[in-house]
């Protein structure tokens, strides 16, 4: 197990896998490395359902921190293809966290689940003493379907083209500039592109967007580990080969100058709201012409064929160990706090 991240799948094979409570014939989809989100069926409809940590970055504003946050919960039930429509939230908040600050990263989470069309239904709220930010709860998203509806993340197969939005980095980018706008030698300009980067973090919509397009087979956000990660863990969970071209993959402005600067791996750095789809080729350019309504870009990233690999640029690459963010993220800080 990493000391910091997401545990691998041997962890997951080794200490949880065998360790799933109750064995229910109602869940349809249980956890598994590399799958985002489980699937209960309630009376022949499916509940797809999705956990994560809520990190509010007081340093972003507090507004501007719960937008953020619940982002990353919402998009791991919408790459099910089924609409998020019900949120559960718990917060254990550090005792310094006043009222009013709490009270505008609630008008955040509120404003995008109405935008959205998300109820909230249950939660827990308070202080705690030894809780500490970023890390201050978690909450689960659910969505309510069809099961013939539910799109896989371990769902590629052989002859699909990959498609990948928006490109590496792109949370990444957007958090460190933001975060450390002094330790960076970027001019005024580039720094300003960099940083609005983090307002791309959110893939409800692009998943929304592209669900009901027929050939669409996998989606998966690629978060920690950066696309490299979110290409081995599609590939893995569903017993294929990616062979990818990273020239056509997009990269967002500001990106490839950030993380010069930063000294960070872009492929291995996470992105939160670049969305990894594959598609039948049939109906490739249905998916990227839906997309490009949108606004959002997106470039054949490569195909999946027959193996158990993910090759980039023609050579055969490991699973990242860790997010090439973390190392950065942590150099900058110690800098910060020695200043």
Known sequence: MPETGKIDRSFFENVIASRLGASRTDVSTGPAHGVDFGVIDVDGAALALATDPISVLPELGFERAGEFAIRFVLTDVAVSG????HLAVSFALPPEMTDEEFGAVWTAIDRECRDLGVAVTTGHTARYDGCTFP???????????EHDDIIYPNGATPGDVVL????????????????????LSLD??????AQSRLDETGAVRDARAIASIEGVTAMHDATEGGLVGAFHEMAG????????????????????EATDAL????????SSGTLVVTVDPGHSDAVRDALAERG??????GVVEEGNSVVVDGETTDPPE??????????????????
């Open 82 to 85: 089924l609409d998020p429509s």
């Open 135 to 145: 890390w201050v709860g978690h909450g689960t998203a659910m969505a309510v379907g």
């Open 164 to 183: 990948v939005t928006k490109g590496p980095a792109v949370e990444a980018v957007g958090l460190l500039t933001t975060l450390f706008p002094d330790h």
């Open 188 to 193: 005024e300009s580039t720094l300003a592109t």
């Open 237 to 256: 969970s569903a017993g294929v080969r990616f062979d990818i071209a990273t020239d056509g993959i997009p990269v967002r402005p500001g990106v490839r």
């Open 263 to 270: 000294g960070m791996d872009p492929w291995r750095a996470t």
């Open 296 to 301: 959002t870009p997106v470039g054949v990233a």
């Open 322 to 339: 860790s997010d090439a963010s973390w190392p950065v993220y942590e150099r900058l800080l110690d800098e910060h706090e020695r200043r």
